[in-house]
């Protein structure tokens, strides 16, 4: 039976047949700490490995990551490794798609559905908070994970995700109409660069983002390019994956599991700490635990409730501070959301002074200004602008002063200075003695064809776009189509 907090969206694809024979699953629920094996019935090969962290309990709901490996890899993805980690310290339910025949470019559609049914599969057996979760693929896994999200919609109602990896991945899926209430991590290696042209789709993919940012999409968008990585997953991407999925958890994601309160007085209470208005939420769990009529065990679980609530706000205040201090890009993007999380609570003026004193900081106003600049650019040129070659990683010489300018004006540290850092050492030497690099008007490599090496100007400043909340509206769109098509 589907899981009654569920949104109705979300209800009807976890409900709903998937158009082949291959819904009906094998196995009951792994134990805590344990990993097992489950088989999607009437597609022979297609399976899926489960990991239970020792924190999930019935007291503790979880959320979901899920994983898309390789060309290979893909047909011997029993092993958590890294992931174990990940879905520990976070409480998610570990989700490793299988495919015998090893092939994601075969029967994709198929493959997809299989992960539909274990979506399905996990959400309809263990305790699952809805859009809590991460979701990744390396390398050929791509394939089934760019058809996942086209199927589910992105993050609409139905997308159980608010965290996307993207490791050296063939996802060529183009991202239209905003990037959600999501945090993204682009991952790719110079020395992988041209393999199967990773750094075109990589680096295609990631102007998407900045494109969608610059419109007022999500901004926790890291396109991560790894000098002398080759195809692999690294510490440092799960790392950075782990950091942004803690960000957008906290921004988007509700944190009670609505079926075990069923009480109607209760009701309203987690709906509201469900939708993050934490201030109402707080404020109806105090009103019923001071109510003179209220049955003892009803004020029991209204000061449970309470103190989840507490927990919350704990950690909202906690994150705000933490970005406050070392990335105001990222705290410019999420504060409008943790205000209005706060809105009405005892605690919110804690927050206000916190972001006021964060404003007064010596890079504060430049790094959102450098971050501004560079967004606007990266969606003007797209990847060709930075990274022209299709076959090598090498910072377009045009490039090199705009990016310097980019990292002196922010703050060490940063996710805009990371990436700053990162071209930069990519660069092939000093932007005026370069001669070996394109220059503006030669023909170079494009995952599009042949086109130019963009003129000087695409690195002009341009106008200020702002740093704005995510907006309601984030699927991918096409015209007259619905999200996720």
């Not at 088989?39 to 297609?46: F, I, L, N, P, R």
């Not at 029967?107 to 990744?136: C, E, F, N, S």
């Not at 396109?223 to 958890?249: L, Y």
Request: proline content about 5%.
């Amino acid at each position: 039976m589907p899981n009654a907090g569920m949104t109705r969206a979300f209800r009807l694809w976890m409900v709903a047949p998937v158009m082949i024979a291959c819904v009906l699953l094998v196995a009951g629920p792994a134990s805590a700490g344990k990993t097992e094996q489950v088989s999607v019935e009437g597609k022979d090969g297609y399976s899926f490995f489960l990991y239970v962290p020792d924190s999930y309990s019935d007291d503790n709901p979880a959320g979901v990551h899920m994983f898309f490996n390789g060309q290979g890899g893909c047909a011997n993805n029993g092993s958590f490794g890294q992931w174990s980690k990940t879905c520990d310290t976070h409480n998610l339910i570990g989700i490793n798609m299988q495919y015998a025949d090893g092939d994601n470019a075969k029967d994709t559609g198929g493959k997809i559905d299989a992960a539909v049914a274990a979506l399905r599969h996990v959400i309809g057996k263990y305790k699952i908070i809805p859009g809590r979760g991460m979701v990744g693929s390396f390398s050929g896994g791509g394939l089934p994970h760019g058809g996942l999200q086209k199927k589910l919609g992105g993050r609409a109602d139905n997308w159980p995700f608010c965290h996307t990896s993207l490791y050296s991945s063939n996802f060529r899926l183009t991202l239209r109409g905003g990037t959600g209430r999501m945090s993204w991590l682009v991952a790719v290696g110079s020395d992988e660069w041209g393999m199967a042209r990773l750094g075109d789709s990589q680096g295609d993919r990631a102007a998407d983002l900045f494109t969608s940012t610059a419109r007022g999409g999500s901004a926790d968008v890291y396109f991560r390019v790894t000098k002398g990585k080759g195809h692999s997953i690294t510490g440092g991407d799960v790392q950075a994956a782990d950091d942004a999925f803690e960000r957008s958890d906290l921004a988007f994601c509700g944190f009670l599991y609505a079926p075990d309160y069923s009480e109607p007085e209760l009701k309203a209470i987690v709906a509201a700490a469900n939708r993050l208005d934490l201030g109402r939420a707080a404020g109806l769990a105090k009103k019923l635990q001071e109510g003179k009529e209220t049955p003892a065990e009803l004020k029991a679980k209204a000061a449970a409730i309470a103190g989840k609530i507490d927990k919350r706000v704990e950690q909202v205040l906690a994150m705000a501070g933490e970005l406050a201090k070392s990335d105001p890009a990222l705290c410019g993007f999420y504060a409008r959301g943790f205000q209005k999380q706060l809105r009405d609570h005892p605690r919110e003026g804690e927050l206000r002074e916190l972001l006021a004193e964060a404003r007064k900081g010596e890079k504060y106003s430049s790094t959102v200004k450098a971050w501004e600049r560079f967004v606007r650019t990266f969606a003007k040129g797209r990847r060709q602008a930075f990274f022209p070659s299709g076959s090598k990683c090498l910072l377009n010489p045009e490039a090199v002063k705009f990016m310097k300018k980019i990292q002196d004006d922010c703050v060490e540290g940063s996710l805009m200075h990371n990436m700053a850092s990162e071209f930069l050492a990519m660069a092939g030497g000093d932007e005026k003695d370069d001669e070996s690099g394109p220059k503006p008007g030669n023909a170079i490599e494009s995952s599009n064809g042949p086109t130019t090496v963009p003129p000087r100007r695409i690195f002009d400043p341009p106008r200020r776009i702002g740093v704005h909340p995510p907006r309601r509206d984030v699927g991918m769109r096409r015209s007259g189509k619905s999200r996720g098509e």
